[in-house]
């Protein structure tokens, strides 16, 4: 009997992958579309935001162990473990005075988003989803070829 549960598993990281890909390039898309947010509903200046990813699924040690053992060289695939603000990046000052928001001095302070970090991470996002597509792919022409093998 030929088990088919690594193909499967393959499909599955993959999806986790581009799904969490996709999820970054909407929070880049959030993050373009207030670049020149001076004020939200809460009357603060927009903070950038920032995704992080880590391995999907979480075991007991037991059955961790044993599935390494089992399961050497596949993982699980992707998830989105937080969605932080950047709070490491500073905003940015610009003299302003006549802005509805500038401060007593004249300065008006715009989002830490930075348009050119943010198409590169963009580009970066929709590589990897490229590339999990692309193996998403060849699993299934791996499986449809070993289907008609398998038909004579």
Request: a negative charge; glycine letters at 6%.
């Amino acid at each position: 009997m030929i088990s088919t549960g690594n193909l499967f598993d393959s499909f599955n990281i993959n999806s986790s992958g581009m799904t969490a890909e996709r999820f970054r390039m909407d929070i880049i898309s959030q993050n373009i579309a207030n670049a020149n947010t001076t004020r939200d509903a809460t009357g603060d200046v927009y903070t950038r935001k920032v995704v992080t990813f880590s391995e999907k699924g979480t075991q007991t040690p037991f059955s961790k162990i044993l599935n390494e053992r089992l399961d050497h060289y596949s993982g699980r695939g992707v998830k989105v473990s937080s969605v932080k603000d950047d709070t490491w990046t500073d905003y940015k000052m610009v003299y302003d005075p006549s802005h509805p928001d500038a401060d007593e001095f004249g300065y008006v302070t715009y989002p830490n988003v930075d348009i050119v970090t943010e198409m590169t991470n963009l580009i970066d996002a929709q590589r990897g989803y490229e590339a999990n597509a692309t193996a998403f792919n060849s699993s299934k022409n791996l499986m449809s070829q070993g289907l008609s093998i398998a038909q004579g």
